[in-house]
């Protein structure tokens, strides 16, 4: 197994707001599929991708200058239609100075922090896990791992059946939801540290939140955009 990242640094021309960031990259993103040509020959919104925000913002919680951020995925074609697509792009926000196209291999998964927050709707009635909400961890637990399950079939036209939930330990990081905001709509989410165990079909899953986002919301708003140590 192995995903394809890019590093692709930009300058912002204007100021924004690390809640509102996301969004804009989420149309930065469809918008380079379009002039690529990409959602002409295949789905028309790709799935199992996902980006990161543009790292730490100031104290008022806003990016601005020279920033980088990164984007996933398990399909080769998709990555380089996105690398082409953005090289010397601007628009009224971005202004891309440069992208870096990068295979990494599975290496084990030693632990997975989320570097945005982890949105799950919750199929029984629609709403974002949240301790105000539900509070059970063990439904998030099977939220993620069903997730996880979902996408690696997908991806790789293969059936998984781990004999335990991916996830040995997990901490969630802040005691109350946080918020991006996507087309009018706020999302809840939290950040999490998970350890992964140790075998094969936990550490497929695991990679496999790396390349796609963990949780819901990965392609619209980079939801669970994870960055990880291995034991190499």
């Known amino acids: ?136 961890i063990t439904t998030l637990l099977s939220a993620l791992q069903d997730n996880l399950i979902r996408k690696y079939e997908t991806t790789f036209n293969k059936k998984i059946k781990p004999e335990n939930n991916f996830i040995e330990y997990l901490q969630i990081k802040n005691q109350k939801p946080q918020t991006f905001t996507y087309k009018g709509a706020k999302f809840f989410g939290y950040k999490l540290e998970i350890k992964p165990r140790d075998d094969e079909a936990s550490q497929k899953l695991a990679f496999t939140a790396l390349a796609t986002g963990l949780g819901h919301k990965n392609s619209s708003v980079g939801g669970g955009f994870c960055i990880y140590k291995t034991l190499s």
């Open 1 to 136: 197994m192995h995903f394809y990242e890019l590093k692709i640094k930009t300058n912002l021309k204007a100021p924004i707001h690390f809640r509102k960031s996301p969004e804009a990259l989420s149309k930065l993103i469809a918008t380079a599929l379009i002039n690529s040509g990409y959602t002409e020959h295949n789905e028309k919104k790709p799935k199992n991708y996902v980006f990161s925000n543009m790292g730490r913002a100031d104290e008022k919680g806003i990016y601005q200058g020279d920033k980088v951020f990164y984007f996933r995925t398990f399909k080769e074609d998709l990555a380089q239609k996105i690398a082409k697509s953005l090289f010397l792009y601007e628009d009224n926000i971005f202004k891309i100075k440069g992208v870096d196209f990068k295979v990494v291999p599975q290496k084990h998964i030693k632990e997975i922090f989320t570097q945005n927050p982890v949105f799950v709707v919750m199929k029984e009635n629609g709403l974002f896990w949240t301790f105000e909400k539900s509070g059970d």
